[in-house]
């Protein structure tokens, strides 16, 4: 399979403090990847190094098979598109003047404007001007702005921290939609549902350090304690093991009509964060 990213042993300090500590990892193409990590974790320092932002202490680093002192022209810039807090939008202007104004930069057709638009939910605001919009919707601009050139690697800071359901939402339903297209997806998180819904594969960072990478799906199943929960009647609970005694409990209670609903004992990810660091992820 083909790396679009490929770390190696990256290590980053601020004066004696190590904001990363031999971080490795590769992301795919095609792949949506997360960074899960509370605040401080090293996520924000491991988009600006990924985005040439900010140089790394020591480590390798290589961007679509090329080292990063490699990726600093223009070209590369065009193949990338960056969604971090400082959003940068011109307040005065409208929704479309605001991306008219990148498709200049970035050399794209404005016909392109009305598709990113539908695709964060925002064709029909495209003449408001920013400062009218709220919180969500600008993030939503923001966003748009970062994918009007169909970038072939999408890095995005934490996009949906402090928005409402319905604006994170759509910005799930544009990224989705994006990623199909065949973006490759790096996103910073700190919410574990966030990570669920729309990473192939998540590492949790803790303090610098990758403590954990694999799929949602593998990282539950694996830490998952093999039991099954039964809500009975009577607002009862009750967790039984997957053996012989936990088979014929569960045959009795619905034997005796007791059984309202049986569940896998899974634990989310925010749980398998905390057994982990001992900390919880926000
Ligand atoms: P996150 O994005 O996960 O919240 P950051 O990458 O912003 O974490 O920060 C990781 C660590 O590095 C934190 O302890 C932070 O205080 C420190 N840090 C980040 N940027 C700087 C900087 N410019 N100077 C000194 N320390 C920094
Ligand atoms: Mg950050």
Redesign the pocket.
């Known amino acids: 399979m083909e790396n679009v990213i490929e770390v190696k042993q990256l290590v980053k300090s ?2 004696n ?1 190590m ?1 990363l500590k031999n971080v490795t990892f590769n992301i795919n193409k095609g792949e949506t990847f997360g960074f899960l ?10 988009i600006k190094i990924l985005t040439s932002q900010l140089n790394h202490t020591a480590g390798e680093v290589s961007v679509f098979g090329n080292p990063l002192k490699k990726l600093k022209d223009p070209s590369y810039m065009k193949r990338i598109g960056i969604l971090t807090d400082n959003s940068g939008l011109y307040e005065r202007l409208t929704i479309y003047d605001n991306l008219a104004f990148f498709c200049k930069l970035y050399d794209v057709n404005e016909k392109q404007i009305d598709e990113v638009l539908e695709s964060v939910n925002l064709l029909k605001d495209k003449n408001t001007v920013v400062q009218k919009l709220s919180k969500g919707m600008k993030q939503r601009v923001t966003l748009a702005r970062a994918i009007i050139h169909k970038p072939d690697l999408l890095f995005l ?1 934490e996009p949906t921290s402090a928005l409402d359901p319905v604006n994170t939402k759509h910005i799930h339903d544009g990224l989705k939609k994006l990623n199909q297209q065949g973006t490759t997806i790096f996103l ?1 998180t700190h919410d574990m549902q966030e990570a669920e819904d729309l990473c192939d594969r998540v590492a949790f ?1 803790h303090q ?1 350090e990758i403590k954990l990478l694999d799929t949602p799906q593998n990282l539950r199943l694996k830490y998952s304690d093999s039991s099954i929960k039964l809500l009975l009647k009577g607002d009862r609970e009750v967790i039984v093991q997957k053996d012989e005694e936990g088979a014929d409990k569960i045959y009795q209670y619905m034997k005796n009509n007791e059984v309202i609903s049986i569940h896998s004992n899974e634990p989310t990810l925010g749980d398998i964060f905390v057994q982990l660091t001992g900390r919880a992820l926000s």
Not at 37 to 46: A, I, L, Y
């Open positions: 601020f004066g403090k904001a990590g509370p605040s401080g974790s090293g996520k924000t320092t491991t800071d910073t960072l610098g």
